[in-house]
């Protein structure tokens, strides 16, 4: 079965704490791995796929085939990086079909 | 571009009662996606079209939940009759290739 699995409902650091937030999942193949991120009032928005292999706004994401995860880093986390966080996977070449995890509420705190 | 615009933005109703949620995607866009967010189970996927067609279904919760895309500009979720279980946030989304965008949401709530 295709699931998406972010075991952590909320994380809450400091600010300049590093942050990782987890990302498991089960896929038979090769799926295509994304984190979504929904700041406050604001729309759902893309923040990174794996097959870009780019950082955006200091925050990385390795996909890990081993481990079946990929987990989202930055190594010092700043108050506007405060928001819902959603890892999210599709079949290669179809990104059609989303499939999202639960979710995780990044909360940094001054 | 205004982008995805969903319509209301909050709808309160009583259990029983039809609801009819709306979604204009983004001109050009050729899939749309109808979301449901609830804290326990997170983002999932409903139904979603292309061309104006319902590809897949098979999220959709039960046959009290329908969906349609009568043109390529207009798409309704309708839950007929509503109970108090639906209240969640539906977002709508539309995409064309690789870029996907979010409509703001309606906020159900059905008591």
């Known amino acids: 079965a295709q699931r998406v699995t972010q075991p952590e409902k909320l994380l809450s650091v400091f600010k300049g704490a590093p942050v990782e937030l987890k990302c498991n999942y089960s896929y038979s193949g090769s799926p295509e791995l994304f984190w979504y991120v929904q700041y406050s009032r604001q729309r759902l928005q893309l923040l990174l796929r794996?097959?870009s292999r780019e950082s955006i706004k200091g925050f990385t994401a390795d996909l890990n085939k081993g481990e079946t995860s990929f987990h989202l880093k930055k190594p010092f986390a700043q108050e506007e990086d405060s928001a819902m966080y959603y890892c999210?996977?599709?079949?290669?070449?179809?990104?059609?079909?989303?499939?999202f995890g639960t979710g995780t509420r990044l909360q940094v705190f001054p | 571009d205004a982008g995805v615009i969903q319509s209301p933005r909050h709808e309160v109703t009583e259990m029983g009662q039809e609801v009819t949620l709306r979604c204009k995607p983004i001109s050009g866009h050729n899939s749309l996606f109808w979301y449901r967010q609830t804290m326990m189970r997170g983002l999932e996927l409903l139904i979603y079209f292309n061309n104006n067609v319902p590809i897949d279904d098979s999220g959709m919760p039960e046959d009290r939940f329908s969906a349609k895309m009568p043109n390529a500009s207009f798409s309704t979720l309708k839950i007929q009759p509503s109970e108090p279980r639906d209240s969640a946030v539906y977002f709508c989304?539309?995409?064309?290739?690789?870029?996907?965008?979010f409509g703001s949401g309606t906020r159900l709530t059905v008591v």
């Open positions: 999210a996977l599709s079949a290669p070449y179809n990104t059609d079909k989303l499939i």
């Open positions: 989304a539309s995409s064309l290739g690789d870029s996907r965008s």
């Open positions: 794996h097959i």
